[in-house]
Every structure is written in structure tokens, then in C-alpha cells.
Nanobody
Framework: QVQLVESGGGLVQPGGSLRLSCTAS????????MGWYRQAPGRQRELAATITSGGTTNYADSAKARFTISRDNAKNTVYLQMSSLKPEDTAVYYC??????????????WGQGTQVTVFS
């Protein structure tokens, strides 16, 4: 079992920046693909960005050039640096840890979410 704790959400004006952090429990953090997903009111949860154990990143089109995902395996922490924020970035942001073993179903763990509100 992996516990994920997010922090760093808050209120910001359009064009501003925020950095989200997610710290995981346990000793296997480095093997997980870590991701940030977001869910706006009335909408489905969607991908923002992921980073594999090897450091390969993937971004939603809406996040490219504005968001940067990174990880620090020594601190069991994944970050999402968000800049040039827009009102449409307003959502609850969730941290995800994903691992697909060679045999058996994948593992997915979720944090409790942190609210990001972009307002003018």
C-alpha cells in the first residue's frame, strides 16, 4: 500500500504560478510511474502529466509548455510546476502512483487531491 500526500494548491491569478508536491510512503517510489491528474467541477478526471521511473515525461496538450513534472526519488516526491495559469486550469489536482508488474493487474494509488483555483 502506498500513501500519497499532495500539497501546494491554492488561489492564484491568471498568469501566475504554483508548484504542487506529492510525497509517497514506502521504499518503492522509484519504480512507480508518477502522475498528476485533475478534475474540474462537472468534468471527468483527466491527465495533466506523468513521469516514468526512468524520467520520461508525458503531458496533456493543455499542459505542454506551461507545466513541468519532475521527481526526486531520494525524497519520494513528485512535483508539478505550473506557470501561465489560466482559469480553465481550476480543478482538484490528484497525484497518482502507477506500477504494472510483469504478471498480474496494475497497481494504482491516489492522493486525496489539492485544490487549484485560478481567478481574476
Amino acid at each position: 500500500q502506498v500513501q500519497l500526500v499532495e500539497s501546494g494548491g491554492g488561489l492564484v491569478q491568471p498568469g501566475g504560478s504554483l508548484r504542487l508536491s506529492c510525497t509517497a510512503s514506502g521504499s518503492l517510489f522509484s519504480i512507480y510511474t508518477m502522475g498528476w491528474y485533475r478534475q474540474a467541477p462537472g468534468r471527468q478526471r483527466e491527465l495533466a502529466a506523468t513521469i516514468t521511473s526512468g524520467g520520461t515525461t508525458n503531458y496533456a496538450d493543455s499542459a505542454k509548455a506551461r507545466f513541468t513534472i519532475s521527481r526526486d526519488n531520494a525524497k519520494n516526491t513528485v512535483y508539478l510546476q505550473m506557470s501561465s495559469l489560466k482559469p480553465e486550469d481550476t480543478a482538484v489536482y490528484y497525484c497518482n502512483a502507477h506500477f504494472r508488474p510483469v504478471v498480474g493487474p496494475p497497481y494504482d494509488y491516489w492522493g486525496q487531491g489539492t485544490q487549484v483555483t485560478v481567478f481574476s
